[in-house]
């Protein structure tokens, strides 16, 4: 999609134009993350970072053979030769003393590096006296890591076959000891280094004979009989590491400038070879007055990075650091360069020792292999800090001159800073991580080094991964202890980012105390709000289910903390920190009963009415962990639970569904608790169900009301429709067998009632959600939502009895109202709790139903499914297993069939071939009637369901929450980025907007004088009940009762046709397309208050239900009403929605609340309404002929600022006019038209059109009139009242007549009418062609 600007406007025809600002400006509705994305968490990433087994290196054995003044037999050396021996000349003291102090030296060399360990030395040995040292070390090394230094520079070369040579007693042989023993002895884990000739042989030889090993293993392992399998087994040497100093055919260096163990000096003595190595470089000579003595007198100490020699050693270790990051894979470096610290310095010592020995044709050989390293670009970096240092030296030394620190650090920032502000989004990971690690050590640079790192982990969960992985976590701990205020800002939002990806650290936190950082943060009133929301969430994350993290949190007075900051106006921190407060309580009583004494609920009580959805999710989550306490209750306890019971049901008609799907789950945590007082409550009205009928127009099927059933082939299926859990498949009654020809649409889709009949051949889309053993549901949507109707009608106190009033009843009820949210997700939750509790109810008081197994003859009428429940099949037939492959291909699995065929009862269809609910519900459960051998293997105990409420029954919304701190917060978000497609795609919406806007305007200020060119026809599934054209594409969507199809009235072809999701005995009344100018969406409604909002809809995906809630609560469908009627305003974002109430509801589609609520103040429904977001007015027009004027900005008392009276009959619409001097326009049933100024108390104008009106619109732009009559004809009147056009007949349809008009529509801009009528067509009527 992404157009060159100049192009796309050029395709437009719009060269010089630009969008309208106002487009640009326009709010969107619905379209914030939780709108767009699945409430749920991020998949975790399996974290390597973390060393499964940390190891050290507890005992070393230094085995020397020098037989000093002795050469061996077989290497000729050059003269003058290389002869120092860890820095000693062995020639400048007597042979014993030069092999006692080299052999000190080098343990000191080692100490510097490992100073715990033990050390032995071995000079000169026998093999008894190696076989005494390695088996002494390995029994107390235990299961740790044991060091074999060889030097054999004083004996032969390794041979072919895998010995090393050592001396006999008197040192008159050489004796061969082979490395297979060297192996049993020294066991594993080990280490090797071999510092002699041709040692690449010692590892090829130690390769093979530990092959050899894992074949005896096997061996053994699989013949027990076998000689190897009585012996002990040798041990396995895959833990082993080995050094060694040259390939297997090359001989060590003979250059008198070096030490004779070059490769030792290399590995323990790094700074001091590296530095002469430097000096004996040509490009040395360009740092005058550097000599080899000077080299000697460099201030300062190792371990001091202060100093010029410590902070060389630091440059050397971040430098060797960084080039093992960045060429080895991840584990291996893990293993190597993180697991021991003697393993890690001897190979960062290793890449500097194949540097200086290749130079002089040596290749050191490791196991396991290292890719080479040696010509890796960082060197050039040490090259030139030792440069800088040592230029330094002559006049420290000579002058006492202070020392310039070196530049290093400060440059690999900047080069790190670079890669952070120029790279592309896919890249390869920046080569300085590891350096802004060791950066972390120094107090100069910390600060910008964790601003640094803080704008890298930002980047996302794998810049997280790849820090935590180069070691980053133990230094950003250890920073915890800093009392620098400076760094708190950048502590906690890396911290927060670690924690969004890898939970599992709340354990170190907590183990080292860091959590008392994040609450002092959290405490400061002077740190901003973003900062304290961070330090929230971490804190959030440390109490999470981590019951030593909520002890210690208690402690440091979190809750205090937490309830001061709950009306804080920033709103991410008031959600985190009532998550925050929910989870330091959840199975914590100790924390809940801080809160009582400190008010916590009565505190959070504000937030229930927050304008911001998420703060309002986690409140109620809050309050649901608050009273999901599984402590012992006592009388103040219940009280308080009762208490919030009461504030939480006063958000069942919120307008955000995760708001309501969290109000569920809390809602569950109170049925768990009270279990048996629900367990009366559902037996109650369970019982109520029973002897109570609705008068309700589900049961009485009036012929205007129902979708006829055809069988014709023209009409393929709906679509089916994703709705976020289950891809419900929809299967319509429309394309099902004539057999079935008395059905009609339920809630879900699937045929509502069957006859015994036809079970056999009949179809139904199944979707368990019912228990995790998949048992169907016993209480189906069906009568849950009559138990819903009869509470709501019956004079419930008389029947009920004393309890109806209790908490509990109103929470039921509250249940039963969530179990019938328009919104699926929610209605399946609450489906579950009250299935559970239902099925505790019924296995409570009929256990002797359960063990009958008598009953499986007995058979009851199939009741209705729904809610992707299960048909309950006559004769008790098992529950199908729920197929996804079914419900997403509309597939429809047929029920299972018993050997034995059941006996059915006489049957009796009813009117409309609906059974009344009474006969369809069955009242003795089948499913559990098994016989009891097989009770407990089906899951049917009440054991299997005892705790699946609470285990289950969560929105994930906290997770979902956490991703926030995961994703990058600093980066610019898509749509405000000039380039990004995203933007490109809305720039060119725009440019369509406003040529559609220019070319329908030039058309209607000509005036219109006809309007009957018909240019599209076609025939709905459905017979229409509203149209409504897409105000800028060619899409026209066409309601029926409960579907919804779209046409391109451009290419006359059909693009979708869906399911609106209502139940059965209600229909889709109004339709309004929100965001028509961006991204469109779709609301429509229904007579019973629901609204749904719908996307992806006329495109090749998938419809998919953003939100949906219910619009107004207390509406009853009626077959006559005027059912909802709503007006949109995008400018406000405010929704205007009436209808058989007597009220008009405003709602706010930002903060999905109830914002106002406008009295009509007559006796009689609402049948349109029209508001003007600029004069603050609405207008609406009544049943009783009245119109209302009301100014939304008056208190509800003092808004109604005008009636007018003049109707005598139903108002079929009223219409405001959007500029400010506009008129409402209204008409009535009798075709009286009359214009109102909303200042006059009497009309300015009146027209008479056709008599008996069934539907009528009014075109914003041209002023035209379309007035649908009863008696199949349309007519079409200008602003004067003359009739421009009268359509009788449709075009090239053999004369055929137009049908009863059901609905038309004019197009916001266009002059085209679209007109359904009772005969299935929907026809659109245009001016002439020449003029379009």
């Given amino acids: 999609m992404k157009m060159d600007t100049d192009l796309l406007l050029s395709t437009l025809g719009l060269s010089e134009e630009e969008p309208d600002m106002n487009d640009w400006e326009l709010p969107l509705a619905f379209m914030k993350k939780r709108h767009s994305e699945k409430i749920e968490g991020s998949k975790a990433l399996a974290q390597s970072w973390r060393m499964k087994d940390r190891m050290k290196t507890v005992s070393v054995a230094l085995v020397l053979c020098l037989n000093v003044g002795v050469d061996p037999p077989d290497v000729v050396k050059t003269s003058p030769c290389a002869r120092l021996e860890c820095w000693i000349d062995p020639l400048s003291m007597s042979p014993q003393k030069a092999l006692e102090t080299i052999g000190a030296n080098l343990q000191k060399q080692y100490e510097n590096w490992q100073p715990r360990a033990r050390y032995k030395q071995s000079l000169d040995p026998t093999v008894d006296e190696v076989k005494k040292l390695c088996t002494s070390l390995r029994r107390n090394a235990k299961e740790e890591r044991v060091l074999f230094h060889y030097n054999g520079h004083g004996v032969p070369r390794p041979t072919v076959n895998g010995e090393i040579w050592v001396f006999n007693k008197n040192y008159t042989q050489y004796i061969p000891l082979s490395i297979y023993d060297l192996q049993t002895w020294m066991g594993s884990p080990s280490i090797f280094v071999y510092d002699c000739s041709n040692a690449g042989i010692i590892v090829k030889s130690f390769k093979q004979f530990a092959l050899q090993r894992e074949q005896e293993l096997e061996v053994a392992a699989i013949n027990p009989s076998h000689p190897l399998a009585q012996m002990s087994l040798p041990p396995s040497m895959k833990n082993c590491i080995q050094l060694a100093a040259c390939e297997a055919s090359e001989l060590l260096p003979m250059n008198p400038d070096l030490p004779a163990d070059l490769f030792t000096s290399c590995l323990t003595t790094p700074i001091k070879i590296a530095l002469r190595w430097f000096c004996m470089q040509k490009s040395s000579k360009l740092v005058p007055g550097v000599t080899l003595d000077l080299i ?85 970096a040490w090259d030139l800090a030792v440069d800088i240092c040592l230029s330094q030296l002559p006049t420290i030394i000579e002058e006492g001159t202070a020392f310039r620190h070196s530049p290093f650090f400060a440059e690999q920032l900047t080069a790190f800073q670079v890669w952070l502000t120029m790279g592309v989004e896919n890249r390869n990971p920046p080569e300085q991580l590891p350096i802004v690690l060791q950066v972390l050590l120094s107090q100069v ?21 790849l820090a935590l992985s180069v070691g980053i976590f133990p230094y950003v701990l250890k920073l915890l202890q800093s009392s620098a205020r400076e760094l708190r800002p950048l502590l906690v939002f890396i911290w927060a980012k670690i924690l969004a990806v890898d939970s599992s650290c709340q354990a170190d936190l907590v183990k080292d105390n860091g959590h008392k950082y994040f609450l002092s943060v959290l405490a400061d009133s002077y740190m901003p709000a973003e900062h304290r929301t961070m330090a929230v969430f971490i804190l959030a994350v440390i109490v999470n289910s981590y019951s030593t993290g909520q002890e210690a949190c208690l402690q440091g007075n979190l809750i205090a903390n937490c309830l001061e900051q709950l009306s804080d106006p920033h709103p991410l921190l008031r959600q ?16 809940r009963w801080c809160g009582v004494r400190d008010s916590a609920h009565e505190k959070l009580y504000i937030l229930l009415s927050d304008p911001i959805p998420e703060v309002r999710c986690a409140a109620v989550f809050a309050l649901g962990t608050f009273v999901g306490n599984s402590a012992e209750r006592t009388d103040h306890s219940t009280t308080i639970d009762h208490n919030v019971a009461m504030m939480l049901a006063q958000l069942i008609n919120d307008g955000s569904p995760v708001v309501r799907k969290e109000l569920v789950v809390a809602l569950s945590h109170l049925v768990v608790q009270y279990e048996s007082n629900f367990c009366t409550v559902a037996l109650q009205f369970i019982e109520e169900e029973k002897n109570y009928t609705v008068p309700s127009p589900a049961n009485t099927a009036e012929p205007g009301n129902l979708t006829p059933v055809r069988d014709s082939p023209a009409i393929p299926r709906l679509r089916s429709v994703n709705s976020y859990t289950n891809i419900r498949a929809v299967t319509t009654a429309r394309n099902l067998n004539k057999s079935l020809q008395n059905l009609n649409l339920n809630e879900e889709g699937a045929p509502a009632a069957f006859s015994p009949g036809n079970l056999s051949t009949s179809s139904s889309a199944s979707s368990t959600l019912g228990s995790p053993d998949n048992d169907e549901y016993i209480l189906s949507f069906e009568t849950l939502d009559k138990m819903r109707r009869v509470s709501s009608y019956s004079s419930l106190n008389s029947l009920i ?54 009953s499986l003859t007995q058979s009851a009428p199939a009741s209705p499914t729904s809610k992707g429940t299960h048909i309950h099949h006559a004769g008790g037939s098992p529950p199908m297993p729920s197929t996804s492959s079914s419900s997403l291909t509309n597939e429809v699995p047929k029920p299972p069939t018993r050997d034995q065929p059941a006996t059915r009862p006489p049957y009796t269809p009813t009117i409309g071939g609906q059974a009344p609910h009474s006969h369809q519900f069955p009242r003795t459960r089948k499913m559990f009637d098994k016989g009891p051998e097989q009770g407990a293997e089906d899951g049917d105990e009440p054991c299997g369901h005892r705790n699946y409420i609470s285990a289950t029954l969560q929105t994930g919304l906290c997770d979902w929450s956490a991703k926030y701190f995961a994703q990058p917060v600093t980066k610019i978000p898509e749509e405000h980025d000039l380039q990004s497609q995203v933007r490109m795609e809305r720039q060119w919406r725009f440019l369509r907007n406003t040529r559609v806007r220019k ?39 066409v ?77 009853l469908p009626t077959t006559r009403g005027a059912g909802m009627v709503v007006d949109w305003e995008q400018e406000t974002g405010l929704l205007m929605t009436s209808g058989d109430v007597r009220i008009i509801r405003i709602w706010d589609t930002d903060r999905e609340m109830k914002v106002q609520d406008i009295p009509t103040g007559a006796d009689s ?111 079409l009147y200008n602003a004067s009242g003359d009739v421009i056009s009268n359509i009788k007949y449709y075009d090239g349809f053999m004369g055929q007549r137009i049908g009863a008009i059901s609905c038309l529509a004019f197009h916001p801009h266009w002059p085209h009418l679209a007109v359904g009528s009772n005969d299935y067509y929907m026809s659109i009527y245009s001016t002439e062609k020449r003029l379009r």
């Fill in 296 to 380: 000697e007198k460099i201030p300062g100490r190792l371990n001091d990075r202060r100093t010029p020699l410590g902070e060389l050693n630091w440059i050397f270790t971040a430098i060797t650091d960084t080039i093992a990051w960045n060429v080895l894979p991840r584990d291996l470096f893990q293993k190597l360069f993180r697991q021991d610290l003697l393993v890690a310095s001897l190979f960062r010592n290793f890449l500097l020792a194949e540097r200086i020995m290749r130079s002089y044709n040596c290749t050191p050989v490791s196991s396991p292999r290292l890719p080479p390293t040696y010509m890796h670009a960082m060197w050039q």
């Fill in 445 to 465: 640079h910390r600060l910008r080094a964790l601003d640094l790192l803080g704008r890298f982990l930002d980047l996302g969960p794998w810049a997280v991964s």
């Fill in 576 to 591: 985190w920190v009532a998550i925050c407060l929910g989870r330091i309580w959840q199975n914590f009583d100790p924390a």
């Fill in 801 to 854: 009895g004393v309890s109806f009033n209790s908490v509990y009843t109103q929470i039921w009820r509250v249940l039963l109202h969530l179990a019938a949210d328009p919104f699926p997700e929610v209605s399946d939750l609450a489906m579950k709790v009250l299935n559970c509790i239902a099925y505790k109810a019924m296995m409570n008081t009929r256990p002797q139903r359960i063990l009958d197994s008598g």
């Fill in 999 to 1037: 070319q329908s305007r030039s058309i209607t200020q000509r005036g219109v004088s006809r309007l009957d060119d018909q240019i599209f026809i076609n025939r709905n599934p459905g017979v229409p009940s509203v149209v409504k054209f897409h105000p800028f594409n060619t899409c026209i969507a």
């Fill in 1039 to 1115: 309601a029926d009762k409960d579907s919804i199809c779209f046409w391109d009235w451009e290419k006359g072809e059909r693009l979708d046709y869906f399911y609106n999701g209502n139940p059965r005995y209600t229909r889709i009344t109004a339709m309004e397309y929100l965001n028509g100018h961006d991204c469109s969406l779709l609301l429509t409604a229904t007579d019973d208050g629901a609204l749904r909002v719908w996307k992806n809809f006329a495109d090749q995906k998938n419809p998919e239900m953003v939100t949906a809630w219910q619009g107004l609560s207390d509406m």
């Fill in 1165 to 1275: 429904c609402v049948t349109s309404l029209s508001c003007d977001s600029q004069r603050s007015l609405i207008v609406a027009g009544l049943g009783d002929g009245s119109v209302r004027v009301f100014d939304r900005r008056m208190g509800p008392n003092e808004c109604r600022i005008m009636t007018y009276r003049e109707h005598s009959a139903w108002v079929v619409k009223a219409h405001l006019q959007k500029d400010t001097n506009g008129h409402i326009i209204s008409v009535s049933v009798n075709g009286d038209v009359r214009f109102f100024e909303p200042r006059t108390p009497d009309s300015v104008n009146v027209l008479q059109t056709v008599k008996g009106l069934t539907a009528l619109d009014i075109h914003p732009q041209a002023n035209l009139f379309a007035c649908g009559s009863m008696n199949q004809f349309i007519a």
